[in-house]
């Protein structure tokens, strides 16, 4: 089993759009989580970190069930500048900083 | 504020030719740096990381090697490129656990 198993898509949605993400972690010592967002041909960069209790950053809200270890993100009033590969990210229970990057969930957002 | 700085940018070799991309971070002291790979398609592969001067722990076996020879400073390096060693290459730094990276190296072996 993958450390990070995500949904790859593609997933093409119209602006205004709601989408979410899933995915699915199977090192239950992991006690980070993020989500990253990759524009083609370019680096990750941090979107945002996932805590227990939810959390939520304007248009974006994610969520962690550590019982069931499922990580979701959700796009509200989607963009066209939300077009992106969207990476789950799981840290290894160690505080070294090793994390495991899920493959990535690929979105599309058209007028 | 914290800086990576990793290059080249790409980088066309030839089958067997050496490697050596380097990754600077400026703004922090001690950092824990790491080399990854994204294949085509594929999600990111951690090849390295170090955790100080002249420390470093490989994930996978591969054609690759890597050094640290200053706090800030991290190299990628090969003697002899396969084809199977193109990709893009990723350099981070972290802190709390979380990653920055620098703006990679795309590497084709021909």
């Known amino acids: 089993r993958k450390e990070v198993e995500q949904d790859p898509g593609p997933f093409n949605v119209p602006e205004g759009a709601t989408v979410a993400f899933n995915c699915t972690y199977s090192?239950?010592?992991?006690?980070?989580f993020f989500w990253y967002r990759q524009d083609c041909r370019k680096e990750p960069k941090l979107l945002m970190s996932?805590?227990?209790s939810g959390n939520e950053d304007g248009r974006f809200t994610a969520q962690l069930n550590r019982a069931s270890q499922y990580i979701s993100l959700l796009i509200r009033d989607s963009k066209l500048s939300d077009s992106a590969t969207y990476l789950c990210v799981v840290d290894r229970g160690s505080t070294l900083g090793r994390l495991y990057f899920g493959r990535g969930t690929q979105l599309t957002v058209w007028p | 504020s914290q800086t990576i700085h990793q290059w080249p940018a790409t980088l066309v070799q030839p089958v067997g030719s050496p490697l050596s991309l380097e990754c600077t971070v400026e703004?922090?002291?001690?950092?824990?740096l790491y080399w990854y790979r994204q294949a085509a398609g594929r999600g990111l592969q951690l090849l390295f990381y170090s955790v100080g001067i002249g420390q470093i722990s490989s994930e996978v076996p591969q054609n690759l090697s890597a050094s640290r020879p200053q706090d800030r400073q991290f190299i990628l390096s090969s003697k002899k490129l396969l084809l199977s060693d193109s990709g893009f290459y990723l350099c981070?730094?972290?802190?709390?656990?979380?990653?920055?990276f620098g703006q990679g190296t795309r590497l084709t072996v021909v």
């Open positions: 703004g922090t002291s001690n950092p824990n």
């Open positions: 090192n239950s010592a992991s006690q980070s």
């Open positions: 981070a730094w972290s802190h709390k656990n979380e990653a920055f």
């Open positions: 996932v805590y227990s």
